[in-house]
C-alpha cells in the first residue's frame, strides 16, 4: 500500500477548564490515503470534531491544546507548523466543509466575494480571473444561475445551496485532503443525496482523499472506504466498511448498528445500549465502554484495553478479542516510515 | 374499526407576511393547505417530510397551538375550532404535545418537580402532596429516579431531558400525544431508547400517538400508518407496509431512496431530485410536486391533483394515479 497521505499518530488533544484537563481526543491514530475516503463515526462529545480541528491546528487555545502526539500531511509535521505555514496549507492543500452551513458563511459579503478572497489568497490571479473560476466552480457544484449567483449574500440562498457555496469553496484550491464534518446533518435526505453524490463525484474525479466525519452509519455505508468508531476520546474499532457494518467486533459498534431503526427490518423492538455517554475524564480507569458494555468483566473495570490490530488492518480496543487476535501488536509500537 | 379519535378536514394555515411602511400584509405563507386525515384511538400516525413541508405547523394548528386559517379539527367529535380559549384550555388534558429540542423546552430556571407539576396544577390537582406523588410516580414510569425531582434542567442529558418532556405530557394521563420531532436532537443510541419508552408507554396508557419527523427510518419502525407531506400538502397516506413497499407518489419513491441504508451490500437505484423545495409564499401552480418531478406532465402544471383513494385504503394526490 502506499504512503498515506495524512497521518494522525497518537493525537491527544485536551481542554482545560478552571478545575480540571478534560482529554477530548486521547491518542487517536488514523491513516489516509490518496483517494480514500474514511470516516470518523461516534455520538455527541466522542471526540471526532476536535480532531478533525486537530488536524487543520484549529483548536481554539486557550482552552484547548495538542498536548501530544503528531499530524503528517506528505511528510510535514503540521504540530510543528508556524501558523503562516498552516495559513498556506489551510483551504489549499487541505480544505474543510463544516456542519452547519448557516453560520458558516459571512453574511456581510456576497458568495462572490468570499470565494475570490479564498481563490486570491493561495493562488496569484486577477480580481477578474478569480471570479471567472468562482462562476465555474459554482456550476460545478451544481448552483443553477451561477453567475447571479456569485453577486448575491448568504440569507438568499437555502441550506443545500450554501452548502453547495462551502463545498465549491473548499474545492477552489484542488485541495488533496478535503474534511467533511457532518456536512449533510442539517440537510433534509433529498438534498444530502445531491451532497453526497457531489462529494463522491470530486473524489472519483479528482482523487482528493475525504475525511469525513458523521454519526450517521447509513451516510458511511453509501461514502466511505474505511470507518473508524470513535467513543469518548478513544478509538475503538478500525476497519473496511463491510467488516465494521457487517461484522462489528466491538460492543459500542455492535450496539451502535442494532440500535438504528431499519428502514428495511421488520417490527422488532429496537436494542438499546444502557446508560449515556461518559464525558472523558484523566483519572478514569478502565475501558470507557465498561458502563454501558453487556459483556463487561473484572478487567474491563481495572485496565485500560490496547488497540489490537490485525495483519489486515483492522483494529479494535477489546479484551474480547486478545486471543482471536493473536499476532496483533498494540497501536503505539507501530512504527511509521 | 375502531372510531377516529382524531379527524383533521381541509385544514389551512396561512401566515401573513408583512410589509411596506404601515405594515400591510403583502402577501402569505402557505405552510398547512388543505391538509386532511384521520387517526384512530390506539394507533400510532407518523408524518414525513422535509423542513419547511409545515409538518410542525399542521401539528402546533391541531392543538390550537396556533390558530388554525381554515378547516377544521375534530377531537373525539369535538370540533376544536369552534371551542372558546377557556374549553380548548380543558381539553388539552386529553391531547398533550411532546416538542423536538429538549434543551429548548424546559425552562431552565424551574426545577423538574416544578416543570412536571405545573399540568398537574392547571388541571386541577390542589393538594400539594398528591402532586408530589405523581411526579415521583411519572418519573419513574419515563425510567428517571424520584431524587431528579429536586433537580434543574442543564444537570440532565438531552436523552433525559426528553424524558422529562414526555412525563410532563403524560401528567394529566391524555389520549392524543403530538410527538412533534421527539428523537430528532439525540444520539443514536439515545433515540433507541426513547423510541423504545414511547413505544412501551403506548401499550401501558393505550395513547394515540401523532408523531412527526424527517426521518423516514425512524417513522417506518414506529408508526401503524404513514403520510407523507410536500409543501404543506399530505401527496400519500397510507399504512407502513405499503408505503414503503409500494410507494406510488413520485416524490415519496425520491425520498426512499434518498435515505441512505447502513449496509455495503444494498444496491439500489437512486433518485436524486433536482432543485430545492419551492418556497410555499408563493408555491408552484397545480401540482407543488412539478417542478422537480421526472414524470411531470402538462396536466400536472395546471390542476391540482385530488388526493384520492387508489388502492385500498392508500390515498394518493398525484395525476398519474388518476
Known amino acids: 500500500m502506499s504512503e498515506p497521505i495524512l497521518t494522525v499518530q497518537d493525537l491527544h488533544t485536551h481542554f482545560f477548564t478552571d478545575n480540571k484537563e478534560v482529554p477530548a481526543v486521547d491518542g487517536v491514530s488514523i491513516d489516509l490515503h490518496k483517494g480514500e475516503v474514511v ?12 480532531t478533525s ?11 484547548g491544546k495538542i498536548v501530544n502526539g503528531n499530524i503528517y500531511f506528505k511528510g510535514k509535521n503540521l504540530t510543528d507548523a508556524s501558523e503562516k505555514q498552516m495559513r498556506k496549507i489551510r483551504g489549499n492543500e487541505i480544505s474543510m466543509i463544516f456542519q452547519e452551513p448557516m453560520t458558516s ?3 456581510l ?3 462572490g466575494n468570499q470565494l475570490i478572497e479564498a481563490i486570491r489568497i493561495h493562488q496569484k490571479v486577477s480580481k477578474k480571473q478569480a471570479k471567472s473560476s468562482a462562476i465555474e466552480l459554482l456550476n460545478l457544484v451544481g448552483i443553477p444561475r451561477a453567475s447571479e449567483v456569485v453577486d448575491e449574500f448568504p440569507h438568499q440562498l437555502s441550506g443545500g445551496m450554501r452548502q453547495r457555496v462551502m463545498i465549491a469553496m473548499a474545492m477552489s484550491c484542488d485541495p488533496e485532503v478535503l474534511i467533511a464534518d457532518e456536512p449533510t446533518t442539517a440537510l433534509d435526505v433529498t438534498i444530502q443525496a445531491q451532497i453526497l453524490d457531489l462529494m463522491r463525484k470530486l473524489n472519483k474525479e479528482k482523487q482528493t482523499s475525504i475525511l469525513l466525519i458523521t454519526h450517521d452509519l447509513g451516510v458511511v455505508a453509501e461514502m466511505c472506504d474505511r470507518v473508524v468508531v470513535m467513543y469518548s476520546g478513544k478509538v475503538v474499532e478500525e476497519g473496511t466498511v463491510r467488516e465494521i457494518l457487517k461484522d462489528p467486533k466491538h460492543p459500542y459498534t455492535k450496539g451502535l448498528i442494532r440500535s438504528l431503526p431499519n428502514i428495511k427490518a421488520t417490527d422488532q423492538k429496537l436494542y438499546s445500549i444502557p446508560g449515556t455517554v461518559m464525558r472523558p475524564s484523566l483519572d478514569q480507569v478502565g475501558c470507557r465502554f465498561a458502563p454501558r458494555c453487556d459483556y463487561a468483566f473484572d478487567r474491563c473495570w481495572e485496565e485500560n484495553p490496547e488497540l489490537l490490530e490485525q495483519d489486515t488492518g483492522r483494529q479494535v480496543r477489546c479484551f474480547l478479542y486478545e486471543k482471536e487476535i493473536e499476532r496483533g501488536v498494540p497501536s503505539n509500537d507501530r512504527t511509521y516510515s | 374499526m375502531t372510531e377516529p379519535i382524531l379527524e383533521v378536514s381541509h385544514l389551512k394555515k396561512y401566515f401573513d407576511i408583512k410589509g411596506g411602511v404601515f405594515g ?6 402557505k405552510a398547512v393547505d388543505d391538509l386532511s386525515f384521520t387517526v384512530n384511538e390506539g394507533e400510532i400516525l407518523g408524518i414525513v417530510g422535509e423542513s419547511g413541508c409545515g409538518k410542525s405547523t399542521a401539528g402546533k394548528s391541531i392543538l390550537r397551538l396556533i390558530e388554525p386559517t381554515d378547516g377544521s379539527v375534530k377531537f373525539e367529535g369535538t370540533d376544536l375550532t369552534d371551542l372558546t380559549s377557556e374549553e380548548m384550555r380543558q381539553l388539552r388534558k386529553n391531547m398533550q404535545i411532546i416538542f423536538q429540542d429538549p434543551y429548548a423546552s424546559l425552562n431552565p430556571r424551574h426545577k423538574v418537580e416544578r416543570i412536571i407539576s405545573e399540568p398537574l396544577l392547571v388541571h386541577g390537582m390542589k393538594s400539594s402532596k398528591e402532586r408530589k406523588e405523581r411526579v415521583k410516580e411519572l418519573l419513574e414510569i419515563v425510567g428517571l429516579e424520584a431524587y431528579h425531582a429536586s433537580r434543574y ?7 433525559q431531558r426528553q424524558r422529562i418532556g414526555i412525563a410532563r405530557a403524560l401528567a394529566n394521563n391524555p389520549k392524543l400525544i403530538i410527538c412533534d420531532e421527539p428523537v430528532s436532537a439525540l444520539d443514536v443510541s439515545v433515540q433507541s431508547q426513547i423510541l423504545n419508552l414511547m413505544e412501551e408507554l403506548r401499550d401501558k396508557f393505550k395513547l394515540t400517538y401523532v408523531f412527526i419527523a424527517h426521518d423516514l427510518s425512524v417513522v417506518k419502525h414506529i408508526s401503524d400508518r404513514v403520510g407523507v407531506m410536500y409543501l404543506g400538502r399530505m401527496v400519500e397516506l397510507t399504512d407502513k407496509h405499503t408505503l414503503f413497499e409500494d410507494p406510488k407518489h413520485p416524490y415519496t419513491r425520491a425520498l426512499m431512496s434518498a435515505v441512505p441504508i447502513a449496509d455495503p451490500d444494498v444496491e439500489r437505484e437512486r433518485i436524486i431530485l433536482e432543485g430545492d423545495v419551492p418556497s410555499p409564499s ?3 401552480t397545480g401540482c407543488a410536486f412539478h417542478t422537480r418531478c421526472p414524470y411531470a406532465m402538462d396536466i400536472c402544471k395546471e390542476v391540482r391533483p385530488e388526493f384520492e383513494n387508489v388502492d385500498d385504503k392508500h390515498l394518493v394526490a398525484c395525476h398519474l394515479y388518476n
Do not use: A, R, W, Y
Open chain 1, 53 to 63: 480541528l486537530s488536524i487543520m491546528q484549529l483548536v481554539p487555545n486557550p482552552p
Open chain 2, 153 to 159: 434542567p442543564h444537570q440532565f442529558s438531552g436523552g
Open chain 1, 109 to 111: 459579503f456576497t458568495i
Open chain 2, 282 to 284: 408563493n408555491p408552484p
Open chain 1, 105 to 107: 458563511l459571512d453574511p
Open chain 2, 24 to 29: 400591510k400584509s403583502v402577501g402569505e405563507v
Open chain 1, 39 to 50: 470516516g470518523i463515526v461516534g455520538e455527541s462529545g466522542c471526540g471526532k470534531s476536535v
